[in-house]
């Protein structure tokens, strides 16, 4: 993965993760999962749980996230989110979650 690491977000998650469950959702596949992983290590990000789109589903990503986020809700209280897409931002928010924007995503 080449994704820069946000300093901010990585400070923040590494404190949080001492006192709250870690689960990432992301619209990556599940071939992607082994380097996602790795990527977050190499962050010192210890996740969980991790959510992945299933290999071959091509939906948007707001479909994909608005699907796994229900299957969080039902194991998790969601204390943030950070996401950086616009839409899904909306989304989380229309449905009650707190959501810290990053960056400004499509």
Do not use: S
């Not at 707001?62 to 796994?68: A, D, S």
């Not at 229900?70 to 943030?80: H, P, S």
């Not at 229309?94 to 959501?99: C, E, I, K, S």
Request: charged residues 25%; contains cysteine.
């Amino acid at each position: 993965i080449e994704d820069v690491p946000n300093p901010g977000v990585v400070a923040v998650v590494k404190e949080l993760q001492h006192k709250f469950p870690i689960v990432v959702v992301t619209g990556r596949d599940t071939t992607q999962a082994a380097v996602t992983k790795q990527w977050l290590v190499n962050q010192g990000i210890t996740p969980t749980e991790f959510y992945f789109r299933t290999e071959g589903d091509y939906r948007k990503g707001v479909e994909v996230k608005n699907e796994l986020i229900n299957q969080v809700l039902k194991k998790y209280d969601i204390v943030t989110i950070f996401e950086d897409c616009e839409p899904i931002v909306e989304m989380f928010r229309d449905m009650g979650l707190t959501v810290l924007q990053p960056n400004k995503g499509l």
